[in-house]
């Protein structure tokens, strides 16, 4: 769904809620103190600054949240060896009717159908080859899609939209609480883009945010306490995927292996893997590395296996080899 039809979607939801006021056109310049705690919002509006008061402030600002900066909480900053650029077409069929992901390591890609007949199309290519890429932008994202395999027949399609895209975002992590507030959605953690999940997380993350606090929201519970149990549940249901999308976006432990049609290339030796087998585990990036391995082991490719996993392998989703070093 494109995000022209989403925002919308949940702005109405939100107006037609029953004891929701929505305050469009407000920007949050300042938290209101007390005792240690947060207890409000200043706002700058239309009409001028205005203060609400509140027993518990949601920031729900994305990545670059203004109410973490504003309440002194610090952030993670994961580095990304990837960029992306994508657009949305029409008249771009995708073989099934289904998404389709291009892991072609380090460089990825993926088509999804969109609402009403559209499809968003993304490359993201390792950071080395954007200076290169931005010099001819279109070309050179017209060039990524016709050399992926079995590639959506871009050239028959109609693009509907810019070419827009993100050079350099890095993947964030804050603690999700504190005080007084709590950080839902990017603004408690932002993944790569890569895994077209943020949407899904900012939601999810909202709706453990209403179930842990609901009561104390009524004034029938204890706040930090509700707020605690948040804290909990969003680090234990996404720690592990950041974790994992950090290791893949950094790049760093991955040792590529090509595949194109059935024909796999190794690039690690049997001694560097066994090297990599051998060492101690520990430190924060070996169990998302393993996690890593994991996931994609079943694929065959790279794990020490021989030829058969290419041929095995669903033609349209490129899985590579990955070891750990
Ligand atoms: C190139 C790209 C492609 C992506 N593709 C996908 C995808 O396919 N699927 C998917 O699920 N996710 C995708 N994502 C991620 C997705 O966009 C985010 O995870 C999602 O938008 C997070 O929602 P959010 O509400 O937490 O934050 P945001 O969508 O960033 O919304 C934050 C809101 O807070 C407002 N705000 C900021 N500061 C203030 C302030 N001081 N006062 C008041 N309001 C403020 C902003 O104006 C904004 O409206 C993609 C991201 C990028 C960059």
Redesign the pocket.
Known sequence: MR?SVL?PLIRSRAARTPGVDLLLG????ALVREAERTAGVR?STGAGEREIGARLVVG????????AKLCGVPSRLHENGRF???AHFRGLPLHGGIGHTWFLEPDMA?A?PNDDGVT?L?VLPDKKRLPAFREDLEGSFFSFVRALPQAPPIDDAERISKI???VD?PLVSRRPTAPGVAW?????L??D?L????????LQ?AQWLTEAVAPAATRRGDLDRSLAVYARRHRRRLRGHQSLAIDYARMSHLLSVVCSHGRQTRLCTARRRARADRRPRRGPGTPAADATRRLLRPHGVGSGRGGPAASAMDPTVIVPGVVAC
């Open positions: 995000r925002d407000h920007r949050v310049t706002a729900a600002d994305g990545k670059d949240s203004a109410v992306g650029y994508l993926y999804f968003v993304a827009v895209g993100t975002y839902i959605g990017d603004a408690a932002t993944g883009p895994w077209g999940v943020g949407c899904g997380w900012a993350s």
